[in-house]
């Protein structure tokens, strides 16, 4: 089994007063509720796609984290992943690290970097039965306005017209899920349970936006 996960961002205390407000006491009790929850779901033989920011840790904490977690792990570096400029980590718990990455996942391609890429490569690419056969998953923009303007990016793309000729009219499939730990509850989820996750995730906020409209009248 693959999964994917983004901004864990283990031993950054501030996040628990600021940014996220995770809201844990300290981040002793953010790594233990972690790593608990990771490890609940992962075994040892999966395979664990960390899109970015998983450690603000020094080398040796981090070396005892990745010691802990399950899984074989592949790591997107992030902008947030201080330890991977320390040779003292122990990089040979990972498979790769990489900037960026595509691959394939159950015949989807996927676009992988810890940053939002609004123009992604197979971005038109569509199935015989006109599903999307690309996804572009990310990190880096947490819960923030940032995921709120890719967001509205999504819906207008989503929402033009293409006029080819001698075709019907097509709408541009877009397809970028923020696999921010928080959405899952800090459990790495495989690509279909992100895709899930994503759809109900923005039903929500949709449905929110609408009752707060409607009690504005």
Sequence with gaps: MRYYIADCHFFHDALNRRM??????????????????????VRKKDEVVILGDLSWGKPEETNDL?????????LIQGNHDPFLKDKKYNAGR?????PYEELRDNRRKLVLCHYPILCYNGQYRLDEQGNPRSY?????????HDQRLIQQFQEITRS????????EERRIPCNLINCFCMYSDYVPLTLDEWIDNDY??????AQGDTDSNRSRF
């Design 20 to 41: 996220d407000n995770r809201g844990f006491e300290n981040a002793e009790a953010m790594n233990a509720y972690m790593l608990k929850r990771w490890n609940g779901k």
């Design 136 to 144: 572009m998953l990310h990190g880096h923009v947490h819960d923030t």
């Design 200 to 205: 109900r995730r923005r039903l929500g906020r």
């Design 160 to 167: 033009t017209v293409l006029h080819y000729p001698d075709e």
């Design 66 to 74: 990745l010691e802990k977690l399950h899984g074989r792990l592949y």
């Design 94 to 98: 990972f498979e790769w690290i990489k």
